[in-house]
């Protein structure tokens, strides 16, 4: 009840400041005579404090909406402020637009408010007015998202203006909404092909970032040299810098993997070659054997003479001067005469 008091006293404080203003325009757009000249100097002059009731209607675009004011629809400029453009599609406009209507649909006490610098009447097609949303700015709101920059305009109210600047500075420390986007915000207007390569950028970032990750997941050669062709994608100047020491890192773990493999493939080739040696020599030794085998054998099988009533010797050799004297001899294999207790003759 106390604030449909306070609006409706508002709204007739209002009535008077726009008749004010519907007469100083008609006088403005006048042609300069001595005759009006003295009637503007009896005029009081504009009050740029007062603040005027206003509801809202609609967004006509990111810095513009129709608002009505002592029941009349009126067009206002959001002073100071600049978002991107939604009919130019520029991005953000689409989130700024969202902001604006969101605000504005919200608040349940609108004021407006001029600036000495744009004055209190409509310019090019709209007013421009500081847009209170209870005891804060719908510029400052907008800014502090970092939807709107500051339009680059300059404003008599000290205090505002400061506001706004303070507002802005916030936004671009904190990388909010169109200062996330490096070149984006280009002084007091958007940059889109900045905007562009700053998104293409970002997706080489992105891309790089991946093959990095899968080279850490699976360091291999391969792998690493992914990471690398995707690193050196981006240009020069927007490589991070983490990126490089993870790709070093990566490096590392394929050369002394490469270095590890490299050692297990010898210690596996001199095995292989041990293997090969041990394998020929025991070839070799089981030959030995079997030669000497063979030969113990042939040797047990040689036929010798044996004298059994003279001497205890063995002859390979019937002729031998051992057994001119023996009576008889007697032809065994030496196996025979050995396991009897014959030994070698001593003349062989
Ligand atoms: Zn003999």
């Known amino acids: 009840m106390k604030k449909r008091l306070s609006t409706m006293l508002l709204t007739v404080l209002s009535l008077t400041t726009l008749a004010l203003t519907t ?9 300069e005579k001595p005759a009006t000249s003295s009637v503007k100097k009896t005029k009081p ?24 004011v002592d029941g009349k629809k009126v067009p206002v400029k959001f002073i100071g402020i600049y978002s991107p453009s939604l009919t130019q599609d520029q991005p953000l406009s689409k989130e700024a637009n969202q902001k604006v209507n969101e605000l504005l649909k919200n608040a349940d006490d609108i004021q407006l408010q001029f600036d000495k610098s744009y004055g209190h009447q409509i310019k090019d097609g709209a007013y421009s007015a500081y ?10 709101k907008m800014l502090a998202s970092g939807l709107a920059i500051l339009s680059g305009h300059t ?3 000290s205090k505002l203006a400061q506001s706004l600047e303070t507002a802005s500075t916030q936004a671009k420390k904190s990388n909010a909404g169109a200062w996330a986007f490096d070149g984006y915000v280009d002084g007091a207007t958007f940059n889109v092909t900045a905007y562009q390569a700053y998104q293409k950028n970002q997706e080489l970032i992105n891309a790089a970032e991946q093959a990095i990750k899968n080279a850490e997941a699976n360091p291999t050669r391969d792998t690493l040299n992914q990471a690398n062709a ?5 240009p020069v100047d927007k490589r991070p810098s983490a990126h490089q ?13 490469e270095a590890q493999e490299r050692q297990a493939q010898e210690a596996a080739r001199k095995a292989e070659e041990e293997r090969k040696k041990a394998e020929e020599a025991a070839r070799l030794e089981q030959q030995r054997l079997a030669e000497q085998q063979a030969a113990q054998q042939q040797q047990n099988q040689q036929m010798v003479w044996i004298a059994p009533q003279s001497g205890r010797r063995y002859h390979f050799d019937p002729t031998c001067r051992g057994l001119r004297r023996a009576n008889s001899t007697v032809q065994m294999t030496l196996q025979e005469a050995q396991a009897q207790g014959y030994t070698h003759c001593g003349y062989e």
């Open 23 to 31: 007469s100083a325009c008609s006088k403005d757009t006048a042609p």
């Open 45 to 68: 002059s504009f009050n740029y404090d007062k603040k005027i009731a206003a509801e809202f209607v609609e967004a006509t675009s990111n810095d513009q909406a129709t608002f009505i």
């Open 131 to 140: 847009v209170w949303l209870g005891n804060e700015l719908l510029q400052t």
């Open 155 to 157: 404003l008599t109210n």
């Open 230 to 234: 995707a690193y050196e994608a981006i």
């Open 245 to 257: 020491k993870r790709i070093a890192q990566v490096n590392t773990a394929v050369e002394t993997k």
